[in-house]
């Protein structure tokens, strides 16, 4: 078999000579071509196939893969979302929370179960923190009777067919791509879901007849560079300090324009750096509370000066008692058949604490709970997304929705760090 092991490496070198072993050569180079192209597609495939849908810049073609890799429909799929979102209690509602199984829908939409209001939930189940902790907060909400369909905002197909078997009456607008500093990493998954996606969740609500009523979560982010505290919803949000906060201040606007063009009845909601149990891993009270637990060091910003970062922390109980009544005073939509009829309801809250605390004051309180003594390396903030001071003035969220949060720090996080430690366990599942 000297013969095979004579052909050059560059294809373009092998002479066509009228020789018996000839034709086995070419046969031979083709067969490996061919061999190699399947290999090279095989691994394109499976490149896209499994590559998070937060991962790409381009939206167009992520709302096409989602279209393309998620299978839905048929009797079975349409009897659990109709059961999902059954309304059970008298004048209840029938709601379609997006981002579900984050950490916010999870608590609402539980919360909208357990007083006989309808929910289905939709969520693409994206790998920007631990999957496995959303798909065991999907586990729990089956549990209480949510069902949680598995797909992407941008699916405008998917959407229009969830609209299709139910009339939702409202929308809770949770999913986005959360997180500040991770957006130097991966701009394009902003734009994919609190932008693109928001639009698409806009479309479809207002083409539906009858209009739903919309909630959704914008960001306490909006005030970025301000210094006036307490930040209130009528100071400018023109100086954003990431961009994800643009894109949530972006979100107001086009908020905006869908409620004046379409007649859609939309509440966004400023949420204050929420916590509490099944919280997001990116987060510093989550993360500090695993670094200290592994005797890692964890990084305490202070601002210039020896300046105190402070941050008004919100327990997730509290917000969901804001979003629930945002939801019970939405008014409705007006608008039918892609038209408005009359003016609609639009509103901004913050849903905040009013007092915020230092983060070193954060780091002493899981110290306390927590019994370990934690490693702590005091370093300048980073001008790269986070901002020194954040403190909600909630006077309007008080007088429009009866919002009064009633858990300190100190209460929330100690209802954290029991469900931390009972989660994870005795470093059976480990926090990553
Ligand atoms: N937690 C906070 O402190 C805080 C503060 C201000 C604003 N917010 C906003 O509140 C909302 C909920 O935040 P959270 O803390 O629960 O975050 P989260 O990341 O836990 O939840 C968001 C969920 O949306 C899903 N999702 C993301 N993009 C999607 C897409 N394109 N299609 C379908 N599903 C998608 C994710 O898989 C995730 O489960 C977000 O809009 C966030 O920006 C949160
Ligand atoms: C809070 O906002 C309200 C308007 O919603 C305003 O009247 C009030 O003065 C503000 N409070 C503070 C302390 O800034």
């Known amino acids: ?8 490496s560059t294809p373009g070198k092998v002479k066509m000579e009228k020789s018996p072993y000839n034709r086995l050569r070419i046969h031979f180079s083709l067969a490996k071509l061919t061999f190699w192209s399947f290999v090279f597609l095989g691994l394109i495939f499976v490149f896209f196939y499994r590559s ?7 939206s167009s073609d992520l709302s096409r893969r989602s279209l393309r890799t998620n299978s839905y429909g048929g009797p079975d799929w349409e009897k659990r979302i109709k059961a999902s979102a059954k309304v059970r209690s008298r004048n209840g509602i029938s709601v379609l929370v997006t981002g579900a199984a984050g950490f916010v829908g999870t608590h609402v939409s539980v919360a909208l179960k357990r007083r006989g209001d309808g929910v289905l939930g939709l969520d693409n189940f994206n790998e920007y923190y631990d999957p496995s902790l959303k798909r065991a907060r999907q586990a729990l909400l089956e549990r209480t009777g949510v069902h949680v369909v598995e797909g992407d905002i941008n699916d405008a197909t998917l959407l229009k067919k969830l609209f299709d078997i139910v009339p939702f009456s409202h929308v809770m607008h949770l999913a986005a791509q959360a997180g500040v500093r991770y957006a130097m990493e991966n701009p394009g998954s902003y734009v994919h879901s609190n932008i693109a996606g928001l639009v698409n969740v806009l479309e479809i609500c207002k083409s539906v007849n009858p209009q739903p009523a919309i909630v959704w979560a914008s960001s306490s982010s909006v005030y970025g560079l301000n210094t006036k505290v307490p930040f209130s919803e009528k100071d400018r949000t023109d100086q954003p300090a990431s961009l994800y906060a643009a894109t949530k201040k972006a979100g107001e606007e086009i908020a905006h324009t869908y409620n004046h063009i379409y007649g859609l009845s939309l509440t966004g909601l400023r949420f204050f750096t ?5 919280g997001r891993p990116d987060m510093a009270y989550f993360f500090f509370t695993r670094d200290i637990l592994k005797g890692k060091s964890i990084p305490i910003f202070e601002a210039a000066n020896h300046g105190t970062v402070a941050r008004d922390f919100t327990y997730i109980d509290d917000i969901v008692k804001g979003c629930l009544a945002a939801l019970d005073t939405a008014e409705k ?3 039918s058949g892609g038209k408005k009829k009359d003016p609609a309801q639009l509103r901004v809250f913050n849903l905040g604490n009013t007092s915020p605390v230092p983060v070193s004051d954060l780091v002493s309180i899981l110290e306390r709970l927590l019994k370990v003594k934690a490693k702590r390396l005091v370093m300048k903030l980073p001008r790269n997304g986070d901002v020194q001071f954040t403190h909600a003035n909630i006077s309007s969220a008080h007088k429009e929705l009866g919002y009064k949060p009633t858990t300190d720090l100190q209460t929330g996080l100690k209802k954290f760090v029991r469900w931390y430690l009972n989660y994870y366990g005795n470093g059976k599942k480990s926090a990553q």
Do not use: E, L, Q
Request: no cysteine.
């Open 1 to 8: 078999m000297k013969h095979i092991d004579n052909i050059p």
């Open 333 to 335: 939509s007006t608008g």
């Open 52 to 58: 998070p849908a937060s991962t790409s810049p381009v």
């Open 274 to 278: 929420v916590y509490g149990p099944w």
